[in-house]
């Protein structure tokens, strides 16, 4: 008896060490304190956040990889709620009159990403002058229609701006809106951009079949499929935030679908060290690691599990390797690697290296502190609201 008690308890012991082996254990605060050194790194080195950037002509601060990052720096904010970075973002936003990049009538997608911050404000605050000029450029593009979402990046910068107004004023236009151009650009350009068969993106019209890479497989460029995934999530959130009618519940479940597709997509084409290649299906052809993508999916699975649309037993083991990686890619002084310039493909900024700096340094941590954040809260068990 004693025997097999004994080759019971052994047997129990070699299970925990080999599931402890799997997942790994890490301390929430563990996660935060990289946050915050990679953010800081940030801050430090860009301490007016109103200066125009100057990558080989200069572009005003409230372009697309600015608005990038103020989304990280107000996920950052709900679990550090340091005044500073209230103090940064309203400065920079102040300057920028709380307005589009262009204006209230600008309607290139890139150009509204900036709003979605404007809107996390208002939500803080209740301040009026903070939701005025989004509005009154939705209601313009509504009105006109004069761009559609021509690549996968435009989804991202775009249509949580859509999401979270309908989640301040519960007028189901904007979220109507918005599916009617989610849904164009996943079915209907160039046959469709979404791969339902194989649950992944391609990033615009020039990637879809007959283009391949020269192994033969598909193109899925990593960031790109990352903008979706991040987009799935935060429309979802703010769907999810109020009682849906029969409308937004088919929007919800749409959304739902495609993002229990991608999930299971990305969790088979991880790689062993926990990072996404570049070419997501092609390991020869600019295969990775890559941050700004593996950041994106940890995002994406860590809300997943918390919101119960993903199994914890499938997808926190790779959530722990996803972030194993991102923590490897931060310096000392906070300075990220592993992060691909911009571009549109998987050949675009390479090569991509620990060491090598980004064109831009914003859209990166933005994407970084979106995925460190979400797995924060998975770690600490926060409850979703």
């Known amino acids: 008896m004693k025997k097999k008690l004994f080759t019971l308890l052994t047997v129990l012991i070699t299970l925990t060490m ?7 254990m890490i301390v929430p605060d563990s996660i935060l304190a990289v946050a915050l050194r990679a953010n800081a790194y940030f801050m430090r080195h860009y301490p007016d956040p109103t200066k125009p950037t100057f990558v080989k002509r200069e572009r005003s601060s409230n372009l697309w990889t600015r608005g990038v990052y103020y989304e ?24 920028h009159g709380w307005q589009a990049r262009r204006g209230d009538q600008a309607t290139n997608a890139d150009n509204q990403c900036c709003q979605q911050t404007y809107l996390d404000r208002y939500m803080m605050t209740g301040d009026e002058r903070m939701i005025t000029h989004v509005r009154a450029n ?29 989640r301040i004023t519960g007028d189901e236009r904007y979220i109507n809106h918005a599916m009617k151009m989610y849904t164009w650009t996943r079915d209907t350009l160039a046959g469709g951009l979404f791969n339902e068969n ?26 790109g499929c990352g903008w979706a995934y991040a987009t799935l999530v935060r429309v979802m959130d703010d769907l999810s935030s109020k009682p ?8 919800y479940l749409q959304l739902q679908k495609d993002f229990q597709l991608m999930s299971r997509a990305l969790l088979q084409c991880q790689r062993n060290d926990g ?38 037993e499938s997808y926190l083991p790779a959530c722990h390797q996803a972030w194993q990686a991102m923590q490897k890619s931060v310096h000392p002084n906070g300075f990220l690697g592993y ?29 970084f502190l979106l995925g460190a954040v979400e797995f924060y809260k998975l770690k600490s068990g926060e409850v979703m609201k």
Request: one cysteine or more; charged letters at 15%.
């Open 339 to 367: 992060v691909q310039g911009t571009g549109k493909e998987p050949a675009s900024a390479q090569p991509v290296t620990y060491d090598r700096k980004p064109d831009f340094e914003d859209y990166g941590l933005g994407c």
């Open 72 to 95: 990280g720096l107000m996920a950052l904010y709900t679990i550090h709620p340091d005044t500073n970075f209230i103090h940064y973002t309203d400065y920079w936003a102040d300057f």
């Open 244 to 251: 849906m009618s029969k409308q937004t519940r088919l929007h």
């Open 198 to 223: 194989e649950g992944l993106w391609w990033r615009d019209k020039h990637y879809v079949p007959p283009y391949l890479e020269p192994d033969g497989n598909h193109c899925y460029w990593s960031r």
């Open 138 to 166: 939705l209601h313009f593009q509504m009105s006109t229609h004069n761009r559609w979402w021509t690549w996968v990046d435009a989804i991202q910068m775009a249509m949580p701006v859509y999401s979270k107004m309908y």
């Open 275 to 312: 990072f996404w290649n570049v070419s997501l299906l092609c390991p020869t052809n600019y295969g990775g690691p890559e941050l700004t993508g593996t950041s994106l999916f940890l995002y994406g699975m860590s809300w997943g599990i918390r919101s119960g649309l993903l199994s914890e």
């Open 18 to 24: 080999h599931a402890a082996e799997r997942v790994p």
